[in-house]
């Protein structure tokens, strides 16, 4: 059986390229992007994923860890022994004292209301106050929703916005009383 032309011939080397800039994308895309800034700087390459968790008190598999009993004879060894036999050397504490003051932080509220919404459940308060019937009559209704789902949107914008409700229902208010 005859070769195909061409598949034989000898490779050129190409002095062209940037071998050491092809080197260093290699190993870019070779060693993944780490998100964690603080896992990030303290990572050292030259160990595994494993030597470098256990140095920052971090472990690799969650359920090696902390174990979880099969039965109730090995949950009463634990209880006797303690757990003196695991206790590993954490070199790099400052890590997790990051990452603890980090989960601390309060979370920020992303949960918000579209502004049509919010001046679709302004309106109807304003002209019909807690009669959700009447609001479900009303010309503002476009997408023709029942009192109950009136009302549901009403407690949405109570729950998401609470200190804006107290506020829109306290200067509504003085309105009413000039018009009786």
């Given at each position: 059986m005859p070769k195909a032309k061409g598949k034989s011939r000898r490779q050129k080397y190409n002095y062209n390229v940037d071998r050491k800039k092809q080197?260093?994308?290699?190993?870019?895309?070779?060693?993944?992007r780490i998100k964690c800034t603080q896992i990030r700087h303290a990572w050292d390459?030259?160990?595994?994923?494993?030597?470098?968790?256990?140095?920052?008190g971090l472990a690799v598999d969650p359920n090696k860890a902390i174990?979880?009993?099969?039965?109730?004879?090995?949950?009463?060894?634990?209880e006797v022994d303690g757990q003196?036999?695991?206790?590993?050397?954490?070199?790099?504490?400052?890590?997790?004292?990051?990452?603890?003051?980090?989960?601390?932080?309060?979370e920020k509220?992303?949960?918000?209301?579209?502004?049509?919404?919010?001046?679709?459940?302004?309106?109807?308060?304003?002209s019909h106050g807690e009669n959700y019937k009447a609001m479900a009559r009303d010309e503002k209704n476009?997408?023709?929703?029942?009192?109950?789902?009136?009302?549901?949107?009403?407690?949405?914008y109570k729950r998401f916005y609470p200190e804006e409700y107290q506020t829109f229902v306290a200067s509504l208010q003085p309105e009413k009383m000039e018009q009786q």
């Open positions: 080197n260093r994308a290699f190993r870019k895309r070779a060693a993944p390459r030259t160990k595994t994923v494993k030597q470098n968790l256990a140095e920052m174990p979880i009993p099969k039965t109730m004879q090995q949950v009463l060894k634990m003196e036999a695991n206790v590993k050397t954490v070199r790099k504490p400052y890590v997790l004292n990051e990452l603890e003051s980090e989960a601390s932080l309060p509220k992303s949960e918000t209301l579209s502004r049509d919404l919010i001046d679709y459940v302004q309106h109807m308060i304003r476009y997408y023709q929703d029942t009192p109950k789902q009136i009302k549901r949107k009403i407690n949405v």
